[in-house]
């Protein structure tokens, strides 16, 4: 793997982290305490775009009450996920090309 190939992996990594990472928080901490599945799928889908608009720390519905949120977490899990998914990829990719075919 090139050096370009691997800057390229990290820049969309980065850019597409604050939504991952925001999705990621909806899912796992949705405010509503029914296990409904469409609930939380929108909720994740709300703070994947709320997150990265609030630099990591999407305000709160109730006006400011309760503690602060920070996103930051999830988004660097995020981050990890991604870039491991694209070095993985490219590896296999590579190894395929590089194959003798017979």
Do not use: K, Q
Not at 31 to 52: F, K, Q, S
Not at 66 to 95: K, Y
Request: glycine residues 14%; proline residues 9%; aromatic residues 6%.
């Amino acid at each position: 793997m090139t050096a370009t190939r691997l800057g390229r992996h990290i820049a969309v990594g980065l850019i597409a982290a604050g939504p991952g990472g925001g999705f990621l928080f909806g899912l796992l901490n949705a405010g509503d305490p029914d296990p409904n599945p469409i609930g939380r799928m929108v909720y994740a889908c709300l703070m994947a775009v709320r997150a990265p608009l609030h630099g990591g720390f999407p305000p709160h519905d109730g006006a400011g009450a309760g503690r602060p949120v920070n996103v930051w977490a999830h988004m660097f899990i995020a981050f990890l996920l991604l870039i491991s998914g694209l070095v993985l990829r490219d590896r296999r990719r590579s190894s395929r090309r590089n194959e003798p075919t017979a």
